[in-house]
């Protein structure tokens, strides 16, 4: 029986410091493939690299940057010839009733978690296109679909 999963692919995967996409990564590289392990942070993710030098790259990502962006998209090709998968997952959370939430921050909240991932999305795609192949996950919070005290819902 032929495995579905034929390595190497070359991941870029954003958010990795923490929580489930954390392991997601330390998954993807058990298993052979390329990675470029980002965060807004580097030293967040350099425990990951170490472990696997050979198969990861760190990647100082800020999503509302489109320096970051594009020199992430470059940064992975560069090193290992292209991209195959991207996965959105930087994020934050934003804890304010409606009436309490301050405009300045909601705006941020929104170019990290929406305006970054479109964004990033895009330099990939035009990659992928070229090479006739990709695949683009993008992970959220469960808050997309059930409101909790605090993240907009009523007292």
């Given at each position: 029986m032929q495995s579905i999963h034929n390595p190497p692919f070359i991941w870029l995967i954003?958010?990795?410091s923490s929580g489930f996409v954390g392991e997601l990564t330390l998954k993807t590289l058990s298993m052979g493939d390329f990675v470029?392990?980002?965060s807004r942070k580097i030293e967040d993710v350099e425990d990951i690299c170490n472990q696997y030098p050979e198969t990861s790259v760190a990647i100082t990502l800020d999503v509302t940057k489109?320096?970051?962006i594009n020199q992430s998209i470059e940064t992975i090709t560069k090193t290992f010839?292209?991209?195959d998968v991207l996965v959105n997952n930087a994020g934050y959370g934003y804890l304010a009733d409606i009436e309490e939430g301050e405009d300045e921050e909601v705006r941020?909240?929104?170019e990290a978690t929406f305006v970054g991932a479109v964004e990033i999305?895009?330099?990939a795609w035009r990659g992928m296109r070229s090479q006739k192949?990709?695949?683009i996950i993008k992970n959220s919070s469960q808050a997309g679909n059930r409101a909790?005290?605090?993240t907009g819902n009523e007292r």
């Open positions: 954003s958010g990795c470029g392990v980002s489109k320096q970051d010839g292209g991209l941020r909240l929104f999305t895009k330099d192949f990709g695949r909790n005290q605090g």
